[in-house]
T-cell receptor, first 110, second 113 residues
Framework: GENVEQHPSTLSVQEGDSAVIKCTYS??????FPWYKQELGKGPQLIID?????GEKKDQRIAVTLNKTAKHFSLHITETQPEDSAVYFC?????????FGAGTRLFVKA | DTEVTQTPKHLVMGMTNKKSLKCEQH?????MYWYKQKAKKPPELMFV???????INESVPSRFSPECPNSSLLNLHLHALQPEDSALYLC????????????FGSGTRLTVV
C-alpha cells in the first residue's frame, strides 16, 4: 500500500542552527504535501504545505521543497529556536486520503 | 473562530461501558475526520465525513460508531472497547477534498480498563 518514509526519527540541533527533515512518498498520484508540528499534549498543527505543481515554498523561517520526479519532499527550518522543539510529521495526500510519515522528534538546545 | 474543540479531554472507561467523544468546529469546514494516534506514532485515519455523509471508513471495528449530526458536529460512539483501543483520538476538519490541510483538535486521551 501507499506509505511515506520520514528521516531522521530524531534530530538534535543547537539554537540558531538549521534543521532539515526529509520524506519520500510512494503514491505518484499524491498532489498535496502538508507538514504538521505536534507539541506535547496537543493535536498536530499545520505549519506549511505545498502542492504538486510547485517546487518550493517559504514562510519566514520555514521552507518546503518538492521533487515530484524523485517523490521526495523536505522541510527546512532556519535559525532554530527552543520553541521549535516538537514532533514534526510530513504527509502526502490524494483526495481525502492523507498518509503521515512516522514523525521526527526535533530537539533545539539553547 | 479557527478551532476544533474536542470533549472530553480525558476518558477512562471499562470494557462494558458505552461512551461518546464529541467534536465541534465553526469554521464552515465541510469535511470532518476521526484519527487514532498511539504513543510515538503518527495519526491513523479512521473515518471521513464530507457534507455530513460518511465518505471513508478505514475498516474500523464496529465497536467504534461515528455520527455527524450537522455540519459543525462530529461524534464517535464507543462500545465494548478493548484495552488495545487506548489511544489519543483526534478530530480534524478541512475545507473539503483537496482544499488544504487539516485543523486538528487537541484530542481525547482514552484509557480502556
Amino acid at each position: 500500500g501507499e506509505n511515506v518514509e520520514q528521516h531522521p526519527s530524531t534530530l538534535s540541533v543547537q539554537e540558531g542552527d538549521s534543521a532539515v527533515i526529509k520524506c519520500t512518498y510512494s503514491d505518484s498520484a499524491s498532489n498535496y504535501f502538508p507538514w504538521y508540528k505536534q507539541e506535547l499534549g496537543k493535536g498536530p498543527q499545520l505549519i506549511i504545505d505545498i502542492r504538486s505543481n510547485v517546487g518550493e515554498k517559504k514562510d519566514q523561517r520555514i521552507a518546503v521543497t518538492l521533487n515530484k520526479t524523485a517523490k521526495h519532499f523536505s522541510l527546512h527550518i532556519t535559525e532554530t529556536q527552543p520553541e521549535d522543539s516538537a514532533v514534526y510529521f510530513c504527509a502526502a495526500s490524494r483526495g481525502f486520503k492523507t498518509i503521515f510519515g512516522a514523525g521526527t522528534r526535533l530537539f533545539v538546545k539553547a | 473562530d479557527t478551532e476544533v474543540t474536542q470533549t472530553p479531554k480525558h476518558l477512562v472507561m471499562g470494557m462494558t461501558n458505552k461512551k461518546s467523544l464529541k467534536c465541534e468546529q465553526h469554521m464552515g469546514h465541510r469535511a470532518m475526520y476521526w484519527y487514532k494516534q498511539k504513543a510515538k506514532k503518527p495519526p491513523e485515519l479512521m473515518f471521513v465525513y464530507s457534507y455530513e455523509k460518511l465518505s471513508i471508513n478505514e475498516s474500523v471495528p464496529s465497536r467504534f460508531s461515528p455520527e455527524c449530526p450537522n455540519s459543525s458536529l462530529l461524534n464517535l460512539h464507543l462500545h465494548a472497547l478493548q484495552p488495545e483501543d487506548s489511544a489519543l483520538y483526534l478530530c480534524a476538519s478541512s475545507q473539503g477534498q483537496g482544499k488544504g490541510g487539516y485543523t486538528f483538535g487537541s484530542g481525547t486521551r482514552l484509557t480502556v480498563v
